[in-house]
């Protein structure tokens, strides 16, 4: 019974981070704060991605913003990209969402509100917590 059990709970642990996550998307883009962020550091991740098109590379890009106190945040995001080298001097800047309570939860413009991908995201989520919570035939 425990080892049945230990995956169930796991599965539903993750897919409740799943719809956390797309309604907290969601919740940017409804009553977060814009703020413009200076990105401060992209770097490369692995090779190659192997999916269908090729030459493209997944980066992390790193960015700060100043609250309106002058506390400093960092925050941080992936983009997928072609092969061009990119480099952060330091001025380029990207517009963000933060929550006001929570300064720390932040994600670009583009990628919160109602999007398809929030929505990926709490149909995922909410598929694996009925799939996993719901009773099994004996």
């Known amino acids: 019974m425990k ?3 230990l995956p169930r709970i796991f599965i539903t642990l993750l897919g409740m981070a799943l719809l956390l996550w797309g309604a907290g998307r969601i919740a940017l883009g409804i009553i977060g704060e814009p703020e413009t962020a200076i990105i401060t550091h992209i770097r490369r991740e692995g ?17 700060t913003f100043t609250l309106p106190d002058g506390k400093i945040i960092d925050g941080s995001t992936k983009q997928i990209g072609d092969g061009i080298y990119q480099k952060a001097d330091g001025t380029s800047t990207v517009q963000i969402r933060y929550l006001p309570g929570f300064p720390y939860f932040s994600e670009l413009e583009r990628d919160v509100g109602m999007g398809a991908g929030s929505l990926v995201l709490i149909v995922a989520g909410g598929a ?3 799939l ?4 099994t035939k004996k």
Not at 47 to 63: A, C, F, L, Q, V
């Open 3 to 5: 080892r049945k059990l």
């Open 132 to 135: 996993m919570v719901r009773p």
């Open 47 to 63: 090779g190659e991605r192997t999916d269908g098109k090729p030459g493209r590379y997944t980066y992390n890009i790193s960015y």
């Open 128 to 130: 694996l917590v009925f």
